[in-house]
Structure formats: structure tokens, C-alpha cells
């Protein structure tokens, strides 16, 4: 007897032990043995296991033409899908067709998880129904993160009704009840979980009706409730999801509206195109060192090596197609290299070496990186979504992907483009270019007519704003963002460095304004849901005396966290106990206000705040001592670690300053 029909007689005495009789005709059982995200097309005979072909093209024979109502389950959660069939990667793809960015390989990757592969082939049968409805519990991650915007705005085409119980529990967002009390899983897992229900409804037309609620607290409670609450008692509010983003999560819209009067981070830096994220060397054994010697020796002893097995008995070495042992060493042995060692931040205030050379640091970033190689540049790091404690940071060199939250994507936004390594001149003509690319890159978002405009425009725009002279590097601001200031302002902008801020303005002003600005801790707080989901917008003032306060605050915080401050040159931390200068055991005295890296040496004067004090989702004063544990620590070390310490402390003062400059939010 064929295995299938194995399975069914079991599943028949199942049924009837529970009260279901089965029917007394031949009629299979309505259960098929079937890939759900294979497409529904006839199998060919297979020699030998003809029950297989069978079962595989009674399963195909459902999928395309017997009318499906009901949907349901509990689909595998993981971004590395081992279902690689053509058939249902098309049909998500269509989430990313309206969004260009949305269909860069960073970005695609999530939209393949298996569990939205899994709704998109529960939307695409109910579709193909006609009415019905899709019921899974699953990952929350596409209710609110931005990657999902078009899968969220195709779900409200093809629905009429969305309800949404999001049941929280992520602990890697270290999620907290709305009154600070513990929020636990339902399952034993890490990420969040929501139960959906997609309702199509036969002859109803137009964007869905989307109803969300919350479900807080521990396990058992959850528990309870679920068993408690029905579709009639459960307490739904009616969401407005809106383009772009189609959030299928409550926010303050009143609040919304006034967030997005703002400049979006990426439009106003956009010459360069979008951000890139951070260097993935792929191997940070490797590609990774303390100082630019021992940078240069792993190539070196990388180079003397006698084959790939020795390579990786030394160092934990790349297992992606990109790169190649062989490749790498053919490549390195012309010595090119040795220019190329550069300092990297590759966490808040830790600054190491790599070599920028992709036999080494495998994905570079080359288009965003290399215009911070001259090493005379300012980047802003920042998130697009975040888990963790949002933040941004300024940095003077090429970054890593973890430099800012170790679960997010950290990207970077360079002040100024060098079109060239060799820094050749950059023309207005290249600005106009960009500016044009930028435009062209928005066009799904901005809509044929709004592009035309903006593209007829932007020459006059670039004419107007930059002379003729021609210089080493651009700033990499839009031209409509920088006039926006300009009119609000009332002053003539310089395209290099600082202006006076009393006639003129610069680059370097616009970035100490927006750099301030998002260390305000008001503004953190006010717009805290929508800094979780995209990336940051800046507020403009009209007020020029404000603009310049700002701007002066956040020149401050910049040579701050580059640790170029004058500020800093005698930092009031001690280091006074001899010893081997070894990180043992990082440990915080609150009460002698000591932090101890084994168990006598120590720092002293570090206050509570200081040492608490989170750069996105590190514990600065913590973590930089950590890395290094089992590590000397040089008298540069030290020095370093004094004026880290010295350095946060000044930026809670200067973020409290910065508050109390501000009179009132919004900004006018």
C-alpha cells in the first residue's frame, strides 16, 4: 500500500476516535502532502514511486483551480530561507516592485523570510478565491519595520478587512509593558509574535478597513487572555496606515504630522544617493586589528602561508563566494595594500584597523566609504529601524556595519563627496547630475508629474546656490534642503566648510545644527515610535539666534565624539593603582564611583550616568573595557579610555543644554 494512503487510513482512525466518521465511498481524505511555496504544476512520472508523482499533482490540482476560503497556521520564521523556488520568490517580489530601494540585496533578503513567503502564498490563493480568510500567528516584524511597507500596502489591495493582536515579546527589543512591568513570549523564542487575520470579502472593493490591539504582560497572562478574548470582545482600534510606510501599529498621528514637516536624514543628504551601511569584513579576526601594524602583519602572515587549510587554522576566515583564498592571495602579493591600512570605528569611541582592500574587508561600501578615505570628512551614523536605544554619531572614518547598534543596520551619510581616491575637481555639473539621480530614484514616491517639476527645476536650483568655482569636494546635501534653510535663514550659503552665520552658512553648520538637534533628548522622547521605524527627520528653524546657538552646541558634541576636543586634554579620571595594566574583570563601584578592569587597578572619579550611558545599544564605558579583556592596556589605552569617560560625561551636560535652548517643540 502506498505510503500516502498509509498516512490516510491513520489519520481516519484519528478522526473517528474523536467523534468523525468518515465517509463510506472512495473519496480521499481533503489532506495532501505537498510543498506550500512550490508552484501547482503537474509532476512527471517518477519510476518506481508513482504515488509521489500522484500525491504531488492531486496537491497541484488544489492549488490552481479548487476554491480555497480558509488559510491558516503557524508559518517557520527565518530570514535564511531554504526555499529557494523561483515561483513563490516572484510572487514576493511584487511587495518591493513599487520600492527600488526595497529590491537592493540588503534589503530583499528579509522580505524572503519564510513566514511572509507564507502570507504572500495565503494572499495570493484567498485572492485568487475571491473571498476568504488568512489566519497565521507569526514574526510582528512586518507590522511597523520599513522593509515591509510594500508587502503592508499590497495586504490592504487585496483585503478588505485587517485585524492585527500583536502579542509583543521580543526580547531582543528588550520589550517593557507600557506601565515598565516584564512582557514575555508565548513561545520560547526571541522575536515577537502577532496573530493576523486577513478577511476578503466577495464584491468589496478599496483599501482595507486595518484594526489593531496589544497584548502586554507575562506568559500565563497572555495565556489567559487568549483563551478569554474573542473577535467580538477584544478591544480594536482602527488604524489609518498612510503612505509611505502603511504602519500596521497605533501611533499619535497629531505627533506624526509635525515629525514629518521635517527634513527625512536621507532626502537631505541624498546627492551621493541612499546611505550605505556599515564595512562587513566577513571575517573580523582577520580584517581587524588593534593598530596599523598589526594590520599590516595578518597580511603579511596571510601572505607567507602555504595553503588555505593553514590560513584557517589561524584565523576564522570567509566562507562566502565573494571572496577567495587563492584570489586574495595573488592579488595582495603586489604590495597595493600597504596604502590602504585605515583607521575604522568599529564600535561608539573604539577605533581600530583594516585594510580597505576587498581581499581583506570583504563588502567595502566603496560608493559611500571612499569619500571618508582623505580623512578630512565628517559621516553621521544612523539607523533605519532600531531595536535598541535610538541614536546617531559622527564619525571621521570609514565605519563598521555594528559601530553604532551591534542588531541594526548602521549606515552611513557623508558631509562631503570626493568624486575620485585622488580627490579630482568636482564640478556643478556633477551636482545637478546627482541632484537629478536622487529625484529620478523617487520617482515611484513623488509621482510623474511632481518629478518632471523637480528635475525642470534643480538645475536652476544648483546655479543659484553653488558659484562657478570649482572645488576639491561637494557637499552632499540636497539643493532644495539647503535653500529651504537659506529662505528660512535669511543667508547666503558658502558650499565649503562653516559661514559666519550672521550673512553666510555652510556644510558644517547644517551638520552641527542637525547633529544637535538629535541629541536633543526631548526630541528622542517626542518622536520616539517614528525614530524606531525609519530613519531620522530634522526640524528647521526659522529662528536665525537659535540656529546658531545649535549649531555651536552641536560643533561641541562633534569634536566630542571624534575626541579632537580641547575639552578633553585633561580629563579628571585617575588611573592610580600600579599593576599589570591587564582587563580581567570589568566591574562599576557606584559608591567609590570606581571602575575596576581587574582587582586592583581601576579609574576613578566615573559617575553613575557616565557609566551608564548608552551609545544605541552599547554601554560605552562598559564595552570598550570588555573587548579588551585579557589585554595590556597601553598608556594610550588609558589616555583613550580617560577622554571617552570625559566625553560622555560632557555630552549629558550638552544634551540637557541643548533642551533648554529649545523654547518650544515644534520648531518654528
Not at 470579502?201 to 502586554?216: C, I, N, Q, T, Y
Not at 575620485?420 to 539621480?437: C, F, L, Q
Amino acid at each position: 500500500m502506498a505510503p500516502y494512503a498509509v498516512a490516510h487510513l491513520k489519520l481516519g482512525l484519528l478522526l473517528r476516535q474523536t467523534g468523525y466518521e468518515l465517509g463510506t465511498d472512495d473519496a480521499r481524505l481533503g489532506v495532501y502532502l505537498t510543498n506550500t511555496l512550490a508552484e501547482g504544476v503537474d509532476a512527471p512520472p517518477i519510476p518506481f514511486a508513482g504515488y509521489i508523482s500522484d500525491e504531488a499533482n492531486a496537491a497541484a490540482g488544489v492549488k490552481r483551480t479548487t476554491p480555497i476560503e480558509v488559510v491558516i497556521g503557524n508559518p517557520p520564521y527565518s530570514g535564511h530561507s531554504m526555499n529557494k523556488g523561483q515561483w513563490i520568490k516572484s510572487l514576493v517580489d511584487e511587495y518591493s516592485r513599487p520600492y527600488p530601494d526595497l529590491r537592493k540585496p540588503g534589503q530583499a533578503k528579509w522580505l524572503q523570510d519564510d513566514y511572509v513567503r507564507f502570507i504572500r502564498f495565503g494572499q495570493w490563493r484567498i485572492d485568487r478565491t475571491g473571498q476568504g480568510i488568512l489566519a497565521f500567528i507569526s514574526n510582528n516584524g512586518y507590522l511597523d519595520n520599513p522593509t515591509f511597507r510594500g508587502m503592508r500596502q499590497s495586504l490592504m489591495q487585496t483585503f478588505s478587512r485587517i485585524y492585527i493582536l500583536d502579542l509583543h515579546g521580543n526580547s531582543n527589543k528588550r520589550e517593557r509593558t507600557p506601565d515598565d512591568g516584564p512582557d514575555e513570549n508565548v513561545f520560547d523564542i526571541q522575536q515577537g509574535v502577532t496573530i493576523a487575520l486577513f478577511v476578503k470579502e466577495f464584491g468589496v472593493s478599496g483599501s482595507a478597513k486595518v484594526f489593531h490591539a496589544d497584548l502586554w504582560g507575562v506568559r500565563e497572562a497572555k495565556y489567559e487572555a487568549l483563551c478569554r478574548l474573542d473577535m467580538d470582545t477584544t478591544e480594536w482600534v482602527e488604524l489609518t496606515p498612510k503612505s509611505p510606510t502603511y504602519l500596521f501599529k497605533q501611533q499619535d498621528t497629531g505627533l506624526l504630522s509635525e515629525y514629518q514637516d521635517g527634513w527625512k536624514i536621507t532626502d537631505a543628504m541624498s546627492l551621493n544617493g541612499d546611505p550605505a551601511p556599515g564595512i562587513v569584513t566577513t571575517h573580523d579576526e582577520f580584517a581587524i586589528s588593534w593598530n596599523a601594524n598589526a594590520a599590516k602583519e595578518k597580511v603579511e602572515r596571510f601572505l607567507q602561508t602555504q595553503s588555505e587549510n593553514e590560513a584557517r587554522s589561524i584565523w576564522r576566515l570567509c566562507s562566502q563566494s565573494q571572496w577567495s583564498y587563492h584570489r586574495a592571495k595573488k592579488e595582495l602579493a603586489s604590495k597595493n595594500w600597504e596604502h590602504q591600512v585605515q583607521p575604522i570605528l568599529y564600535r561608539p569611541f573604539d577605533l581600530r584597523w583594516t585594510v580597505f582592500n576587498s581581499n581583506v574587508a570583504v563588502h567595502r561600501r566603496e560608493r559611500v566609504m571612499a569619500h571618508l578615505l582623505p580623512n578630512n570628512n565628517l559621516g553621521l551614523i544612523a539607523t533605519r529601524q532600531t531595536r535598541d536605544e535610538w541614536h546617531v554619531l559622527v564619525t571621521g572614518h570609514i565605519m563598521g556595519h555594528k559601530s553604532l547598534a551591534a542588531y541594526d543596520i548602521n549606515s552611513l551619510l557623508p558631509l562631503y563627496l570626493y568624486p575620485e581616491p585622488d580627490h579630482v575637481t568636482y564640478h556643478r555639473s556633477d551636482a545637478i547630475g546627482a541632484a537629478r539621480k536622487a529625484i529620478r530614484a523617487r520617482e515611484g514616491e513623488l509621482g510623474a508629474a511632481e518629478t518632471m517639476r523637480q528635475l525642470n527645476a534643480v538645475a536652476d536650483l544648483v546655479r543659484r546656490l553653488y558659484p562657478e568655482e570649482e572645488y576639491p569636494r561637494w557637499p552632499n546635501l540636497a539643493p532644495a534642503f539647503i535653500a529651504d534653510i537659506a529662505a528660512r535663514l535669511g543667508l547666503d550659503w558658502v558650499p565649503d566648510g562653516t559661514g559666519d552665520l550672521h550673512t553666510t552658512f555652510g556644510p558644517e553648520d547644517v551638520f552641527n545644527y542637525t547633529y544637535a538637534v538629535l541629541h536633543s533628548p526631548t526630541y528622542r522622547s517626542r518622536y520616539a515610535p517614528f525614530l524606531k521605524s525609519d530613519f531620522p527627520r530634522v526640524p528647521l528653524t526659522a529662528d536665525l539666534a537659535l540656529f546658531r546657538d545649535l549649531a555651536a552646541l552641536g560643533a561641541q558634541l562633534v569634536d566630542l565624539h571624534l575626541l579632537r576636543s580641547p575639552a578633553l586634554a585633561q580629563p579628571p579620571h585617575g588611573y592610580p593603582q600600579a599593576g599589570t595594566d591587564i582587563v580581567d574583570r570589568v566591574t562599576y563601584d557606584e559608591k567609590e564611583r570606581r571602575v575596576f578592569i581587574n582587582k586592583t587597578q581601576h579609574f576613578t572619579n566615573v559617575p553613575p550616568e557616565v557609566w551608564n550611558f548608552h551609545v544605541g545599544g552599547y554601554q560605552v564605558a562598559e564595552k570598550w573595557l570588555k573587548d579588551r579583556k585579557t589585554r595590556k592596556l597601553t598608556y594610550d589605552d588609558q589616555q583613550h579610555y580617560k577622554r571617552t569617560l570625559a566625553a560622555l560625561a560632557r555630552t549629558i551636560t550638552l544634551m540637557a543644554e541643548i533642551d533648554a535652548r529649545i523654547p518650544a517643540w515644534p520648531l518654528v
